[in-house]
């Protein structure tokens, strides 16, 4: 399916509009969740898909209105152009909030692969230049750790991402100075606390599965409320790397929904 990408105002030096489509519920709620979210790609994909993504329809079938920023083709995919393009989109979407929603619709920054860093880091810079707007953060085996040493990334050569990651992650990082930058790699970061609740997902055979749940247990210790769901192996889901959709589809949908009630309460 083709969807119309149109564009929105930044205001950024750099970039003043940034390519954007949205993805509506099937059935429209009240006060919907906002989710702005970032596709993977690791940290090479740029310019915009032609067909919708299988991520951002399921969290849209959840029931959110979903924002897809195309943040690479104005970033170029380097640190710290993604982080500051993607908190541009997230104080557009949060001025258009009663617009897209109403006044009570939470606001969620969601991410896979690369996607799911960038969305880290944003919610990190979210909490220091806007606290109190960003109510959740939906990472999906998120690229975090540009030391690759865990030990399910060991699986990585079995998918045929081990060298994309690793050419990624030099791409992102760029001429950037050091690579413990904790908005650059969230999971270096030594001060969680306070950042938005998050709903973490993984798979058991999943390569980056490792650091997936190292990173929510770091930020279960510093306070931060996570809800986790680990796929089975053999569900299919290290296909998000390929924008495939699968049978993990309608269980992330509800993961998401179960996610949102916990954020109203």
């Known amino acids: 399916m083709e969807m119309r990408w149109e564009q929105v105002e930044l205001g950024l030096p750099a970039a003043t509009t940034m390519p954007v489509r949205f993805y509506e519920p099937p059935v ?4 919907p969740p906002l989710v702005l979210y970032l596709r993977g790609g690791a940290f090479q994909q ?3 898909a032609e067909r919708e993504t299988p991520i951002a329809r399921a969290l849209a079938n959840g029931g959110a209105i979903v924002v897809e920023a195309d943040y690479g083709s104005i970033s170029q995919n380097m640190f710290p152009g993604a982080v500051e393009c993607g908190l541009a989109a997230l104080r557009s979407l949060a001025a258009r909030r009663r617009k897209l929603g109403s006044a009570r619709s939470p606001i969620l920054i969601a991410g896979e692969e690369a996607g799911g860093n960038v969305a880290a880091g944003i919610a990190l810079k979210a909490r220091d230049q806007m606290p109190g707007v960003l109510a959740g953060q939906v990472l999906l085996s998120p690229l975090i750790d540009p030391t690759m ?25 760029g001429g950037f100075c050091g690579f413990t930058h904790p908005y650059a790699a969230p999971c270096m970061c030594s001060r969680l606390a306070a950042v938005a609740p998050a709903l973490v997902v993984t798979a058991e055979d999943d390569p ?16 931060v409320k996570v809800r986790r769901h680990v796929f089975p192996a053999g569900s299919g889901w290290s296909g998000i790397y390929n924008e495939e959709d699968g049978a993990w589809l309608s269980e992330l949908s509800a993961q998401f929904r179960l996610f949102v009630q916990e954020l109203r309460r």
């Open 28 to 31: 429209k709620v009240k006060a």
């Open 149 to 173: 040493s865990s030990v399910s990334i060991r699986r990585a050569d079995a998918i045929g991402m081990r060298e994309r990651w690793s050419d990624g992650w030099m791409h992102y990082l």
């Open 46 to 48: 740029e310019g915009t």
């Open 208 to 223: 980056l599965r490792d650091e997936t749940l190292g990173y929510a247990d770091r930020l279960s210790e510093a306070g």
